[in-house]
């Protein structure tokens, strides 16, 4: 029935063969570059680009619909309210129907022309992820901007070669190719966390991936900047724990409790500043409890859940909420201590689990109601 529509409908063409998928943030002078150069570089072959932008301010999203409307080879996802490279690449692999999906860099720094070799390789089933490598023989690695960025970059190196199946010279590399579908059958598994989509993918894998490199340059950027600063380091140490301890402790609930121990040490400080001021030990404490929730906050919108930042009014209706959860959370946690206190007259124990319950449901109200996914 939908075949026949098909082929009356005289404008339905199959869909493309190859999806190169594009993160991006803040890349409005890049688009129309890379779609030229995709042009010349997948000449001959059914593709097509899907940018998937973090609703960039600077307009990369209306930069990409305004060649999208001219050229059914381009597409642009726009997500609201979200940040991250990896995420970006997954929903936006996920939304190919392609039989192959590439993934690269919206600002120019990879080499589209060797875009073509790590198609062939996975399409002649020789490797299941091609990896376009910086360090193999060939490769170039010249295009970082400074020699700190080198140390990071081989540091990182270092670091995953150590955890990954397999042996792989460049796991950083941000360019590489598969099936859509074996992405599609890995996807469950990945954490989605940070800059490294390609090291997910493979510490995410239930079974053992074949690996070919194929050298490529890697170019200096032109324009806009680079996204890469000390969280998405974090985020990257991050990931290696989260594969490391095979998802049995989220580690949005790791970084939830370490932000909380910041806010007992917040607490505990200001609240022996007030007392050096003057004030009695009550208005002491409150001044500290309320200081502390307001850096936890902070906090947590900046990093533990940063891929769903709350700005503006949300911000301080976010904020009075989570007031509203934290002193709930510490009723919560002084009512079960003083309940075990009761039944096992243990003092530690009691204290301990009434600290539990209470960061167990703090972290839960504000995964669900504060910060929602
Ligand atoms: N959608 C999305 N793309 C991002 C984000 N952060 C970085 N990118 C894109 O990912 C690619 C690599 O990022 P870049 O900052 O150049 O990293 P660097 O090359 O390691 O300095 C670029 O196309 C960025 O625009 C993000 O939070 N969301
Ligand atoms: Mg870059």
């Not at 490598?133 to 400074?146: F, P, W, Y």
Request: with cysteine.
């Amino acid at each position: 029935m939908i075949a026949a529509a098909a082929e009356k409908a005289p404008d339905v063409r199959p869909g493309p063969d190859i999806s190169i998928i594009v993160p991006c943030y803040n890349e409005v002078g890049n688009v129309g570059p890379l779609v030229a150069a995709l042009e010349r570089a997948l000449d001959g072959r059914r593709w097509e680009v899907i940018f998937v932008d973090d609703n960039s301010p600077d307009g990369t999203t209306a930069a990409v619909h305004a060649i999208a409307r001219t050229d059914s080879r381009v597409r642009g996802l726009c997500r609201i309210g979200r940040r991250g490279l990896s995420s970006a690449v997954i929903e936006g692999a996920l939304s190919s129907s392609a039989q192959i999906v590439a993934v690269m860099d919206g600002d120019m720094q990879h080499d589209e022309s060797r875009l073509g070799a790590l198609i062939d390789a996975v399409q002649s089933g020789d490797c299941d992820i091609a990896v376009g490598s910086r360090h193999v023989e060939g490769g170039d690695n010249s295009g970082l901007a400074n020699a700190w960025r080198h140390t990071l970059s081989d540091g990182g190196i270092k670091l995953a070669q150590m955890l990954l199946p397999v042996r792989l010279g460049d796991p950083m590399s941000g360019f590489f190719a598969l099936r859509q579908d074996l992405f599609a059958r890995i996807a469950p598994h990945l954490s989605g966390t940070g800059f490294k989509i390609l090291v997910d993918l493979l510490l995410s894998s239930p079974q053992p991936l074949q690996v070919q490199e194929i050298a490529c340059g890697f170019r200096a950027r032109v324009a806009g900047e680079s996204k890469l600063d000390a969280l998405v380091m974090l985020q990257f140490v991050a990931l290696l724990l989260d594969k490391l301890c095979r998802g049995w402790l989220p580690l949005r609930f790791v970084a939830f409790a370490l932000v909380g121990v910041v806010g007992i040490g917040t607490n505990l400080l200001v609240m022996h500043c007030a007392r050096a001021l003057g004030a009695d030990f009550p208005l002491a404490q409150g001044i500290g409890t309320v200081v502390a929730m307001i850096v936890n906050f902070q906090l947590d919108n900046n990093f533990t859940y940063r891929d769903r930042r709350l700005r503006g009014v949300r911000c301080v209706w976010g904020l009075l909420l989570f007031m509203v959860v934290c002193s709930v959370g510490a009723l919560a946690n002084v009512g079960v201590a003083d309940m075990v206190y009761h039944q096992s007259r243990a003092f530690n124990e009691a204290s301990v689990a009434g600290a539990l319950i209470a960061v167990v449901w703090n972290y839960a109200m504000s995964s669900t109601i504060i910060w929602r996914p």
